[in-house]
């Protein structure tokens, strides 16, 4: 049986957002973060803000920010891309300090991705933007997430942290 600290659960990436002070996460619902959906729906002090698709996702933070409050942007790396307009504009351009919470799909430790496979394009799409991030893969890196708000703060940019565990446990 894998030890604990193998995975990534989302038990953990709801403490981690509990402990940083977030009050509503942005997101497209999909079929790998259910079970986190779940925990989120039902912690009092979040709310869930869904979106029709990722290109919403930071203007919705954005005005959230404005407006006092502490969002997270919960997508996928595909999704991320199909936002690239909106993050420069309405992230970049603004200066809103919100961390990006990314499902690396494609990703593995080792590479082997194919040339057009989404992971071989997300971290250069973030480098390109100028956008740091952090790779999470298990319950023992969670603390880089507390570090991408930090940073977030810090810069008043929008900062990324890729999960690169493919939301392992995240359907129970």
Same mark, same amino acid.
Do not use: C
């Given at each position: 049986?894998a030890?604990?600290?193998a995975q990534?659960?989302?038990?953990?990436?709801?403490?981690e957002? *509990? *402990?940083?002070? /977030?009050?509503?996460?942005v997101?497209?619902?999909?079929?790998? +973060?259910?079970?986190?959906?779940?925990?989120?729906? $039902?912690?009092?002090t979040?709310?869930?803000v869904?979106?029709?698709r990722?290109?919403?996702?930071?203007? +919705?933070?954005?005005?959230? +920010? &404005?407006?006092?409050?502490?969002?997270? &942007?919960?997508?996928?790396?595909?999704?991320?891309?199909?936002?690239?307009d909106?993050?420069?504009g309405w %992230?970049?351009?603004?200066?809103?300090p /919100?961390v990006?919470? /990314?499902?690396?799909?494609?990703?593995t430790?080792?590479?082997?991705?194919?040339?057009?496979?989404? $992971?071989?394009? +997300?971290?250069?799409?973030?480098f390109?933007? %100028?956008?740091k991030?952090?790779?999470?893969?298990n319950?023992?890196?969670?603390?880089?997430?507390s570090?991408?708000?930090?940073e977030?703060?810090?810069?008043?940019?929008p =900062? $990324? =942290?890729?999960?690169?565990?493919?939301?392992?446990?995240?359907?129970?």
């Amino acid at each position: 049986m894998a030890q604990q600290h193998a995975q990534l659960s989302p038990e953990t990436i709801l403490m981690e957002f *509990k *402990k940083n002070g /977030v009050t509503h996460v942005v997101t497209l619902p999909d079929s790998e +973060t259910n079970w986190l959906y779940l925990l989120m729906d $039902a912690e009092s002090t979040l709310d869930i803000v869904p979106v029709s698709r990722e290109g919403q996702a930071m203007p +919705t933070a954005a005005g959230l +920010t &404005v407006g006092g409050k502490k969002p997270v &942007v919960l997508i996928q790396n595909t999704g991320m891309m199909e936002s690239g307009d909106a993050i420069r504009g309405w %992230g970049l351009g603004l200066n809103i300090p /919100v961390v990006l919470v /990314v499902g690396y799909r494609g990703w593995t430790r080792h590479g082997g991705n194919r040339p057009s496979d989404v $992971a071989t394009f +997300t971290e250069p799409f973030l480098f390109t933007l %100028g956008i740091k991030y952090f790779i999470v893969e298990n319950n023992d890196d969670s603390p880089r997430i507390s570090l991408a708000f930090e940073e977030a703060d810090r810069t008043n940019r929008p =900062v $990324a =942290v890729l999960i690169a565990d493919e939301y392992h446990g995240f359907n129970r």
